[in-house]
């Protein structure tokens, strides 16, 4: 196919669509590696539509037609200085290649837009190339300062990536975030979508992480061998690392203390590691290890649960133990190994918001009805509880619903207001069909991949007041946001649902993770 007759429409699906390598791409370079694409919504697919933006569509379109977007102009790590132009929806850099070689994007962590940095690359994919940052020669100082970093593993380890950044501009980088993903992912008309709101800060950006994973790896074979028969060293093995990933790499960085962890976290963390180290050659296997904030007693009374500054919090280790968390006045206890958001300090900001939406003032009445998909421990249905006359939850797991039943007790709620029931959230409104529609409001918080297309289907027949829907990935959200719209107008017989509101909540300060909170209104 001659260039000149590609449309910018065949452009978008062949860039867009995540299409496979042209037909025209040379042998040597299929020999060179695996063609391996995204998988959509991923945070790969984020960042290839990252560099789509950055490179531009007639660029991008160029290289598949004449199959050259896996041929990297860098070898194995080289060096290269570049000037850094965009940050992606990851937190990465995004950087043009010199204009020397050919259109490419590299792909570096912990800079920023306006930087001159130089890199070192270390694996190269389609139209981008990978690289450690290796020095910032010509920082930006409007946006950079790096004693805000708190962490001395900051710029090392892979959990944090703007600690150099005020807190006002990660909000802002946030809802940028927010914005392109409903951008690429929607597919909804740019006049549909309402601009983003401000993003809702955390009252804790350090010390607020309820629960984190360090992880170890069991004694290499070399250095068994050395313990047997008496060679090693008595001290501490130089290969043992206990702590979080590196950068870039698959080692882990050995790792003290978290500052974006609860203090009783990391003051924990200590002992925890003392003995790994006193007893390590007895593991036989990589651990990954749990440790969650918790209460340490449950309250006598309920209706006198005491201040946060009275309550005792521990370190919870066993997967199958109790852990205990206060949300405002209510109290909530479910397994250690289960979900629970991290940040138990933005729960009530987040539980308030979404009870605004589905409250707004300038409606005189409102729903009576709440359905909470994928209700998990009951963090929504209870704390909404209050605010109608009947609650119904629905959670795949059966360990979550009887936490969220027991939460219920706990709580001392009305018998027979909220009713839990385990089950695909996909057939949930049959549980619930003598609901009133139009009284109901429905919450979704699904896991990061989304909700599914079965599930939009019942939630289109239901056809509920009002949705708001909280997701972990914003990205899947956008996905399923669309086809509820898309989907409505199509079936909803004169219906149909307005996107009203959309922000961004601040979960996990100092990354580029951002939660999002949609608001849909039947119409």
């Not at 130089?118 to 790096?146: G, I, K, T």
């Not at 219920?408 to 619930?432: E, H, M, W, Y």
């Not at 289907?457 to 946001?481: G, K, M, P, W």
Request: glycine letters at 6%; one cysteine or more; proline letters at 7%.
């Amino acid at each position: 196919m001659d260039e000149s007759n590609v449309t910018k429409k065949d452009t978008n699906l062949s860039v867009l669509a995540v299409l496979g390598p042209s037909k025209k791409a040379s042998k040597s370079a299929k020999r060179k590696q695996k063609r391996v694409l995204p998988e959509p919504y991923t945070s790969e697919d984020v960042l290839w539509r990252d560099i789509v933006a950055l490179l531009g569509d007639d660029t991008v379109g160029h290289a598949l037609q004449h199959g050259t977007e896996w041929d990297s102009p860098f070898d194995f790590r080289e060096e290269v200085e570049v000037e850094v132009s965009t940050l992606s929806s990851n937190g990465d850099a995004l950087a043009h290649s010199p204009a020397s070689s050919a259109p490419w994007v590299i792909v570096a962590p912990f800079a920023l837009p306006g930087e001159r940095i130089r890199v070192r690359v270390y694996r190269s994919s389609r139209l981008h190339s990978f690289a450690d940052l290796l020095e910032v020669v010509s920082p930006n100082l409007d946006l950079r300062d790096d004693s805000r970093a708190k962490c001395r593993y900051f710029g090392q380890c892979s959990g944090c990536q703007y600690q150099m950044l005020s807190y006002d501009t990660q909000l802002g980088i946030k809802r940028n975030v927010v914005i392109k993903a409903y951008e690429n992912f929607s597919n909804l008309p740019r006049e549909t979508i309402p601009d983003v709101l401000p993003t809702i800060a955390s009252p804790l950006q350090y010390g607020y992480r309820t629960k984190i994973t360090p992880h170890f790896e069991a004694p290499p074979k070399k250095a068994r061998k050395e313990a047997e028969s008496g060679s090693a060293n008595s001290d501490r093995p130089g290969w043992l690392k206990i702590g979080f990933n590196e950068i870039g790499k698959r080692t882990v960085l050995d790792i003290e203390e978290c500052p974006i962890a609860t203090p009783v976290l990391n003051a924990a963390l200590g002992p925890i590691r003392e003995d790994i180290i006193k007893n390590i050659w007895g593991y036989k296997k990589g651990v990954s290890l749990l440790l969650r904030d918790s209460i340490e007693h449950p309250p006598s009374d309920i209706s006198s649960i005491p201040g946060p500054e009275d309550e005792k919090h521990i370190c919870v280790t066993s997967h199958k133990a109790t852990v205990r968390e206060r949300v405002d006045s209510m109290y909530f206890e479910f397994p250690g190994h289960s979900f629970f958001q991290n940040n138990n300090s933005v729960l009530v900001p987040l539980t308030s918001y979404v009870k605004d939406a589905i409250f707004p003032s300038s409606k005189s009445s409102g729903p009576t009805h709440l359905v909470d998909a994928y209700c998990g421990s009951g963090l929504f249905s209870l704390m909404l509880a209050p605010h109608f006359d009947t609650v119904a939850g629905i959670e795949l797991s059966v360990e979550s619903i009887k936490s969220a039943t027991a939460n219920a007790i706990i709580n001392r709620l009305p018998q027979g207001k909220c009713s839990f029931l385990a089950g695909d959230a996909a057939n949930i409104f049959s549980t619930v069909s003598h609901f009133p529609p139009d009284k109901t409001a429905l919450i979704i918080d699904p896991p990061r991949k989304g909700s599914d297309e079965p599930f939009i289907e019942q939630l289109v027949r239901f056809a509920c007041s009002t949705v708001v829907y909280v997701s972990c990935n914003v990205h899947t959200q956008a996905r399923d946001i669309g086809m509820i719209i898309e989907r409505m107008e199509r079936e909803g017989g004169g219906r149909k649902y307005v996107l009203e509101s959309l922000r961004g909540f601040d979960l996990f300060p100092q990354t580029a993770h951002v939660e999002s909170v949609a608001v849909l209104r039947l119409v």
